[in-house]
């Protein structure tokens, strides 16, 4: 339940961000690679965070959610044929390919992983991030 700052995420809330996010833009890529002609609705983190009940939770839930969506995610894109790949479309009125999702979605993890490393683990003693995302 720590948060390094005032108004800032819990960790469980980060991570419940980060599971949200990479559902939101894998419904993008998806949309896009079935040729959806409208622009996807973006979406506020904040509202999401503040509403998503993190803190009520078991890490061990978080943590298998993040992993069976991050599962899912890999799914996804290995049913993309090259042509879904390159598909464009729009993203709360911005365009944006298939292909451009899936480095953004890996990247938001590793954006994330970064702001633990460098803002929450160095004010809990004795924790350091281990592994791999």
């Known amino acids: 339940m ?13 991570l419940q961000h980060m599971t949200d996010t990479e559902r939101i833009f ?3 890529a998806l949309c896009i690679a079935r040729k959806e002609t409208v622009s996807l609705p973006g979406f506020d983190e904040n509202t999401y965070a503040a509403n998503s009940n993190a803190g009520e939770r078991p890490w061990a839930d978080l943590a298998e959610e993040f992993l069976a969506v991050r599962y899912s995610t890999e799914l996804l894109y ?23 999702l899936g480095f ?9 992983k ?3 490393e460098e803002r929450y683990f160095p004010a809990l003693p004795g924790i350091s991030f281990m592994g791999k995302i």
């Open 2 to 14: 720590f948060a390094y700052d005032s108004g800032k995420w819990t960790i469980k809330e980060l």
């Open 114 to 116: 970064k702001i633990l």
């Open 104 to 112: 953004i979605t890996v990247g938001h993890v590793y954006h994330h």
């Open 78 to 100: 290995k049913s993309f044929n090259p042509d879904m790949l390159a598909a464009s479309g729009l993203s709360n009125n911005n365009p944006v390919t298939v292909i451009s």
């Open 26 to 28: 894998n419904y993008r």
